[in-house]
């Protein structure tokens, strides 16, 4: 028998309960439930956002009329400081 390395890792609560519900059996370690994950390899790049883009339905003139008129009528806030106020 060999031992076997460990890391220990911290995680926030909501990525805990993922992973303890992701479980198949309650003895199912978390080591073994991230091993059964399947990670997507999509690049970060500026050409596979632009691919997004491009594979992106239209946009209705509708949408963009009503986006156009949102920039119209947004202003700044009197006070930057406060601009919840």
């Known amino acids: 028998m060999h031992a076997v390395a460990t890391k ?3 995680v926030d609560l909501e990525a805990y309960e993922l ?3 992701a ?3 309650p003895s199912e370690s978390f080591s073994q439930v991230i091993k059964r994950a399947r990670w997507t390899d999509r690049p970060s790049t500026g050409a596979a956002l632009l691919a997004a883009f491009d594979a992106a339905p239209p946009v209705s003139a509708s949408v963009l009329s009503r986006l156009e008129q949102a920039q119209r009528d947004d202003e700044p806030p009197e006070d930057a400081w406060n601009a919840s106020r």
Do not use: A, N, P
């Open 19 to 21: 992973l303890r519900r």
């Open 23 to 25: 479980r198949l059996r």
């Open 8 to 10: 220990t890792i911290s």
